[in-house]
């Protein structure tokens, strides 16, 4: 059984910081790719960063400069350092790990999904 369990979030004031974290369990970890997803009420999903396995990184461009992901593989975890937070940061953070393997001669996606962690930005 999958589990990806976030944590971190909460209430704090503009130009405050946050790390979320994110625990796996149930995957081998060091293999997936991880990534950290938010959605605002009202609004898509958004990719926020996402760290592969072999450690590379991408952000979007509303969070780079602010935002850092990182991965521990020795703790099954994944962090995103959260500076200089804005009020328009304010969503529900949600933690993904995901990695495609050939399964019966054909591609296939292994896609996981946290339950989210709320993170309020606000004076």
């Known amino acids: 059984q999958v589990q990806l369990i976030e944590s971190g979030g909460g209430l704090v004031q503009p130009g405050g910081s946050l790390r979320l974290s994110c625990a796996a369990s149930?995957?081998?970890?060091?293999?997936?790719?991880m990534g950290w997803y938010r959605q605002a009420p009202g609004k898509q999903r958004e990719l926020v960063a996402v760290i592969t396995s072999s450690g590379g990184t991408n952000y979007a461009d509303s969070v780079k400069g602010r935002f850092t992901i990182s991965r521990d593989n020795a703790k099954n975890t994944v962090y995103l350092q959260m500076n200089n937070l804005k009020p328009e940061d304010t969503a529900v953070y949600y933690c993904?790990?995901?990695?495609?393997?050939?399964?019966?001669?054909?591609?296939?996606?292994?896609?996981?999904w946290g339950q989210g962690t709320q993170v309020t930005v606000s004076s």
């Open positions: 149930g995957i081998i970890f060091s293999i997936y790719h």
């Open positions: 993904n790990a995901n990695k495609w393997a050939v399964v019966s001669g054909a591609p296939m996606k292994y896609d996981y």
